[in-house]
């Protein structure tokens, strides 16, 4: 009879968890803990949401470009991602940005601090003052516009986005006609009609005046951690806790050109779109989100360079902070990759670990699985960019 009590005791309990926080979810009995799969590495001097946008990117930004040249292009080619995913880097988005261009380094956290800051704009713009090259806004979209088709491919994030909002995209006019095809949403490597910003501009610009849209917190520098750099404070996270909160689902964006070990661009926009806060067709990201990317730089002797990008979680940074707490000396991709993450939570203490993955430390916690916490990319910058993407994806069947 205690036996029975007590089994019922602890499903009352599992569910409970499992019902109240994100990162707690029931074991999947096809599922086997411990399992890793082959972590894939691809060599691109290219990163886009959707690599068949490649061939639109080439026309603004190019590895033998001089680096005077390269100045210019890298604005325009950060400035294009908002034709590319215009779901994901939109006006308002939480932007990262991490540049190099003839050895000189340029970082920028541009964090909006109400809805109606432009924080994307706000970082080319910064981007554009430290690199000394004047930016107007006007000829520079007007000059992406004639290079880049009138059509684009969609990412899997865009059909994401357009499954998620279905029905209100469905019945805003101007929406629809962007991301419908009758009935139904445009759909991964479909093409679709992208934005004419410099047609917009005006009715933009009136906006973000009357809104006084130039409040975005930005900060330059990166927080030292050891033999890591990283765009937030770890040391907030040493405690192990996580505050349970359910989140609105957000999206994001990833772009690189690598041109050399001194020439490069790396950004990352954050974006939660809501389609009540589109002014006409275009996307505008609501400013209360918890789940901002979170960027962690290791550096090797040799000269690499390894960049850990976390997101997909309501504390990416916490998640984050546990990875490289595991590793001390910077360690290769696949290791960061393969290794299981875990948070350890309060009241009662528990801790809730990854089925994926090889553990680097032992918790004498009550253990809960859940089948990822977060979605890991790392960019390997070694004489040419590489970039591994995590193969957890919600399950753990390698493909």
């Known amino acids: 009879m205690n036996k029975l009590k007590s089994f019922i005791f602890l499903l009352i309990a599992m569910t409970a968890l499992t019902s ?13 803990i411990n399992h890793t799969c082959p972590i894939v590495e691809k060599k691109n001097n290219i990163l886009l949401d959707n690599e068949k946008n490649e061939q639109e990117v080439v026309k603004l930004i190019s590895s033998k470009s001089s680096n005077s040249s ?5 604005l325009n080619f950060t400035l294009s991602q908002l034709y590319f995913a215009p779901h994901a880097t939109t006006l308002n988005s939480h932007t990262l940005l991490i ?11 541009s964090i909006p601090q109400k809805q109606n800051d432009f924080a994307f704009m706000n970082a080319v713009s910064r981007m554009a003052k430290f690199y000394k090259k004047p930016l107007s806004i006007r000829s520079r979209l007007a000059l992406i516009e004639r290079n880049v088709s009138e059509y684009v491919y969609a990412s899997k994030s865009l059909e994401q ?18 991301y419908f095809r009758g009935a139904q949403g445009v759909r991964e490597n479909e093409l679709f009609e992208r934005l004419s910003y410099v047609k917009r501009l005006n009715k933009l610009t009136t906006y973000a005046k009357n809104h006084n849209s130039i409040g975005s917190y930005n900060s330059n520098y990166l927080f030292r951690r050891g033999n890591y750099s990283c765009s ?9 806790m996580a505050i349970l909160k359910r989140p609105k689902k957000s999206y994001y964006n990833t772009f690189s050109h690598y041109k050399d070990n001194n020439n490069y661009i790396i950004g990352v926009t ?6 009540g806060d589109s002014i006409g067709d275009v996307l505008l990201s609501n400013f209360e989100n918890d789940n901002y990317t979170a960027l962690c730089l290791s550096e090797q002797n040799q000269g690499r360079r390894y960049l850990l990008l976390m997101n997909g979680i309501t504390y990416n940074a916490q998640v984050l902070t546990d990875l490289i707490n595991n590793f001390p000396q910077v360690s290769y991709a696949q290791q960061y990759m393969n290794t299981k993450r ?7 203490k528990r801790t809730i670990s990854e089925i994926y993955g090889e553990t680097k430390t032992e918790q004498g916690t009550a253990q809960y699985y859940t089948p990822a916490l977060g979605n890991l990319t790392i960019l390997e910058l070694n004489n040419g960019l590489s970039t591994y993407k995590d193969p957890r994806n919600g399950q753990l069947t390698c493909k």
Do not use: M, W
């Open 20 to 32: 109240c926080s994100e990162v707690e979810k029931k074991l999947n009995t096809s599922q086997s």
């Open 342 to 348: 875990s948070l350890v939570l309060q009241n009662p």
């Open 99 to 109: 540049a190099k261009v003839a050895g000189k380094e340029f970082f920028i956290n």
């Open 270 to 275: 954050s974006s939660l779109p809501e389609v």
């Open 232 to 240: 937030f404070d770890s040391k907030l996270h040493d405690s192990n």
């Open 161 to 178: 986005y357009i499954k998620d909002n279905q029905a209100e995209l469905f019945k805003n006019r101007a929406l629809k006609r962007l």
């Open 70 to 74: 390269y100045r210019n292009q890298i």
